[in-house]
């Protein structure tokens, strides 16, 4: 499984200028690239001579693999759109031999009016990625703007473990007043998280939000934003963790998950997609558990999330739960919070697989 470190890059003004003006270039030739493509020529067929770009060879070929693999997904998904692929967002990509890591360094190629150069850039890496970057076998580096800044994000190869044969399964709920509830084949419930001291914290950032924009402080915004966003990102690696620690201490082979809708469509097709902001955050924790569990050797299963919060798990009747107690005319009775996990733990219709590619 492939995930990805992001570092932080320190450029001096030439550097940067250099940088900048490569990614451009960058993401120009991949757009020419394609568009010859779709106009007959057989790119596959291409080699860095091909190319009319100022970039270093090593990046022309990269130009070449991003412009078939954006045709072979514009291929696929022809059905639904029409619109081409373009590249809108200066990068660059480049392949793992022909980046470095030295201590916190990193050398790639870049091209300086015509002539191929090597810039050696200083960035900040913590003491737990250094480690990560010796001890994997490294993929493509990716430089790209995040929050107008320029980072370097860095894939790397992690072994995942033979899957578990033998073992319980876990429905894990994920959800605002309760981050998560998870509910094991035998029995076991467990809370993860606490939803209102989240939704304090929000609260208290949307209204710092509100009274800076309206000072027009635009810079300070974008900067609690993004810390806002570490604080949630770290909050959900840490429950995350504690999940797949369960998991393993009680012996789960399986954990499930409710399948969401797309991200960016509208549709409401439960009430986990109300709010856009709400999805992306289930489906960042989701994408958590995942990689954790695969790592660990459990496999991760998404069900239907229709009616999850409504069937009897006993009898199967449906209806909504009333107060903070679900309770059944067949006497089934439990907290509702309890009632999602139970029935994700039950499912047994699977529903999507997931071609897992996590971003840290
Ligand atoms: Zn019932």
Known sequence: MQLSETVKLYLNEEQRSLLVRTMDEYIETVNDLVSSALNGAEI???????????????????????????????????????SPPVLKRPCCYINNQNYRIKGDRIEFPVSAAGKPRRLSVRTRMSEKQKEVFVSHKLGTLRIVFKNKRIVAQIVYEVKETEPVK???????????????????????????????????????????????????????????????????????????????????????????????????????????????????????????????ARKAGITVAYVDPAYTSQRCPVCGSIHHAKDRTYTCKCGFAAHRDILGAMNICNATEYVGGSDIRHTA
């Open 44 to 82: 596959q067929n291409y080699s860095s001579k091909d190319v009319e770009a100022d970039l270093p060879s090593a990046l022309k070929n990269q130009c070449i693999r991003d412009a078939r693999s954006l045709l072979r997904r514009y291929n696929r998904q022809r059905k639904t759109t029409d």
């Open 166 to 292: 033998e073992g319980k399964e876990m429905g894990v709920d994920l959800g605002i007043k309760c981050p998560a509830v998870a509910c094991t084949s035998d029995g076991l419930i467990r809370f993860y998280g606490n939803g209102r001291k989240n939704k304090y914290m929000r609260r208290r950032y949307a209204s710092l939000r509100k009274k800076l924009q309206k000072e027009k402080h635009m810079d300070t915004v974008r900067r609690i934003n993004s810390k806002e966003q570490r604080i949630m990102k770290d909050i959900d690696h840490k429950i995350s963790r504690k999940i797949v620690d369960t998991a393993v201490s009680k012996d789960v082979k399986v954990i499930k998950l409710e399948q969401l809708a797309n991200i960016r469509s509208s549709t409401r097709t439960s009430r986990k997609n109300n709010h856009s902001l709400h999805s992306w955050s289930f489906y960042r924790l989701s994408k958590f558990i995942e990689y954790k």
